[in-house]
């Protein structure tokens, strides 16, 4: 099969569309239909007080890939009503953004070309090139920079010379400050010209000018010439540097060595690498195909193992108009997005829950501020202490335990997949024991069994209910997990962990595990289907009947719920587990597929012809890892423990009608490479990769 399908060529503004998103994990940007204008970036662990709600979230740093151009003076930004033929063109294979259009001034035409990409291997780098032909002879100006207009916060050092050097290792550093204090991020960069340059186009760098802090060439340009402008920005924030202008300027410097070229080649090879864990979905056809290699794209092109503080529900990816999750790190990750990364890009994963481990001091206080015990991650953490920053009242927060319990299942499926020892001892068992620690305090005897009272499940209701089903049972595989870990690494298990987990009580009617005690379907989100959750992803163990009869229940009920964020994605799983391909080809159509944004194949967070008041927001990583978690464990049946591999697969795959089958040629399993191949009517395969 060819490479990884790219989304087609977009032209045009767009009205409600949602601009390109550009990352690499540490760095995100959206980039403009025009480049040049400024777009909005975030920075992994870059946080700030937020202006309306007064909490810790990510913040907006300055835009690094900011610039102009004039033709016999007429500069560009003064004239976007002239730009016409505007295209834009995205290589998920590279990760490289192409932006085309004209512009115009008087009788003078210059045809441009703007090429973007953030750097996989060096990945505080953002990098662009502009070139540009006129259609007769002109005086150019073309500037790059860092543009800090509408940025929230403050410039504390601006930076054109190197202390004690006679020539300057960048362009200029800025160090900014985040609204109220909480962060600051360092840029820096360093820019060419490239093409017939002409005496006089020696750059000027003048200081912060209003809102940029920029670099100018000026030439004069001969007809058909084709003349490129090439910048490097570094962003370094605080939490990975005590002077990050300092270490923005390091790197800038190091980058002008290497060569923008030598930065553009190293990370396509990059790239290529991660390519290889491609998901190929046989016989379903193109349009599913590039839907997974979308979803592929955008998640990995979020992560990395430099990242210091995981990801957030949009990656780092932002826009005008949708804010509501402020950055802020949730259950959504660990429950929809390591379990992917875990398989396909491990070092990503343990960075994502190198987060976490290294917040469990925030989440052992925020246990003792509720009068608990162990270990309660907060429902919104925040990026740069892993603090509760649910905005106030924070409602969700009083009653949402489930958050605690993802966070631990992931450090054990991810110490299951990779077998890394040490990883178990010093990571994962922390985690484990401090969440079942606090499970024996949160949980409490009955004449029936042990309960969670005034708890919530995955819908977030406006009142709390007693023994939240799939709470329940994610506690239940937490507490067997941890006890077994325990057991693994010889150390003394508290008794109550089996205890409870043999005696949890989960609300029944009849055969069917219903959301909650006192359930009625009727209700506030009353289709949400969070106890399938519990059945997969999470593992929970039901008898063959009892789990047939709770599939069939809320499958028969995915229409009231289906276009809402989340567990849509997962519908077509479940309807596979109960046996139906049709159906399961129906609801991966309208629970994944349907939330598909035309620009660039961004997944939004709602179906829009179901929401429509809700804003256009994307790409949404839950949606995407929902889906992608499907393809590659849901539909596979695997069923990941800390036993051998080739005993993961225990049933039979059924995929969605019309599939063949689902073929990854390099997953990671136990540190090693190995192909997956999942077959409909066979057992799934994992094959090492000599």
């Not at 040049?36 to 992994?44: E, K, N, Q």
Request: aromatic content about 8%; proline content about 6%.
């Amino acid at each position: 099969m060819s490479g990884p399908v790219s989304p087609p060529v977009v032209t045009g503004e767009g009205e409600r569309e949602l601009p390109a998103y550009v990352s690499n994990g540490l760095i995100g940007l959206r980039v403009r239909s025009v480049p040049l204008t400024p777009g909005m970036a975030l920075v992994s662990g870059y946080a700030g007080e937020h202006p309306e709600r007064r909490i810790e979230a990510a913040a907006i740093a300055p835009y690094p890939l900011a610039g102009d151009i004039a033709l016999n003076g007429v500069w560009l930004s003064d004239v976007l009503q002239s730009v016409r033929d505007l295209q834009q063109g995205y290589d998920f294979a590279c990760g490289e953004l192409t932006s085309r259009f004209t512009m115009r001034a008087e009788d003078r035409e210059a045809t441009c070309e703007v090429l973007t990409f953030a750097s996989r291997e060096d990945p505080t780098l953002v990098c662009q090139e502009v070139s540009l032909q006129v259609n007769g002879a002109c005086d150019v100006q073309i500037r790059a920079g860092v543009d800090v207009a509408g940025v929230g916060g403050r410039a504390l050092r601006r930076m054109r010379e190197t202390p004690g050097e006679p020539e300057p290792a960048c362009d200029g550093a800025l160090l900014w400050e985040s609204p109220g204090g909480l962060g600051t991020v360092g840029c820096a960069y360093v820019t060419e010209v490239l093409g017939g340059r002409a005496p006089g186009s020696n750059p000027v760098r003048p200081a912060l000018a209003g809102d940029r802090l920029i670099t100018t060439y000026a030439f004069r340009a001969a007809k058909g010439v084709r003349y490129r402008l090439r910048q490097i920005t570094s962003l370094v924030p605080s939490a990975m540097h005590n002077q990050p202008d300092h270490q923005a300027a390091r790197m800038a410097a190091k980058a002008r060595f290497d060569g923008f070229d030598a930065i553009r080649q190293e990370s396509r090879a990059a790239w290529a690498e991660l390519w290889k864990g491609r998901i190929r979905l046989v016989g379903a056809g193109q349009r599913w195909q590039a839907l997974a290699d979308a979803a592929f794209f955008y998640l990995n092109a979020s992560v990395h193992p430099s990242s210091p503080a995981s990801t957030s529900i949009f990656g780092l990816a932002t826009w005008h108009d949708y804010h509501y999750y402020y950055g802020h790190v949730m259950w959504d990750i660990e429950a929809f997005v390591t379990p992917v990364l875990s398989l396909v890009q491990p070092k990503a994963a343990e960075a994502i829950l190198d987060y976490r481990f290294r917040c469990l001091p925030a989440a052992r206080r925020n246990a003792q501020l509720m009068g608990r015990r162990g270990v309660q991650f907060p429902w919104e953490s925040a990026p740069s202490s892993g603090d509760e920053v649910a905005p106030l009242p924070a409602t969700a927060a009083w009653h949402e335990d489930h958050a605690s319990l993802d966070v631990a299942h992931a450090f054990a499926l991810h110490a299951a997949v990779t077998d890394d020892r040490e990883f178990l001892r010093l990571r994962a068992w922390p985690v484990l024991a401090g969440v079942a620690e606090w499970m024996t305090v949160r949980a409490r005897r009955t004449a029936d069994g042990y309960a969670i009272e005034a708890s919530m499940g995955i819908a977030e209701r406006e009142q709390p209910v007693d023994n939240a089903a799939y709470t329940n049972m994610a506690a239940v595989v937490v507490l067997a997990e941890a006890a077994r870990t325990g057991d693994r690494l010889g150390y003394a298990v508290d008794p109550l962990w089996r205890e409870i987990a043999a005696t949890m009580a989960l609300p029944r009617r009849g055969k069917v595990v219903v959301s909650h005690d006192g359930f009625r379907i009727d209700e506030e989100k009353g289709a949400t289907p969070d106890p399938l959750m519990g059945l997969w992803p999470v593992g929970y163990r039901l008898a063959p009947a009892e789990e047939q009869a709770t599939l069939d229940f809320y499958l028969a009920h995915a229409e009231s719920y289906i276009g809402s964020p989340m567990l849509s994605a997962l519908y077509g799983v479940w309807a596979a587990r109960a046996g139906d391909r049709a159906k399961a080809l129906k609801l991966m159509e309208e629970g994944y597929a349907a939330f598909a944004h035309d620009r660039f194949t961004q997944i939004l967070e709602y179906r829009r012809d179901r929401f429509p008041e809700q804003p256009v927001a994307g790409p949404f990583f839950a949606n995407m890892g929902g889906f992608l978690s499907g393809l590659l464990t849901g539909f596979a049946r695997l069923r990941i423990d800390d036993g051998d591999p080739q005993a993961w697969a225990g049933h039979d795959v059924v995929l969605p009608e019309g599939w063949s089958a689902i073929e990854v040629d390099r997953v990671f399993v136990h540190g090693r490479p190995m192909r997956l191949t999942a077959r409909h009517g066979e057992r799934a395969t994992l094959t090492p990769i000599d």
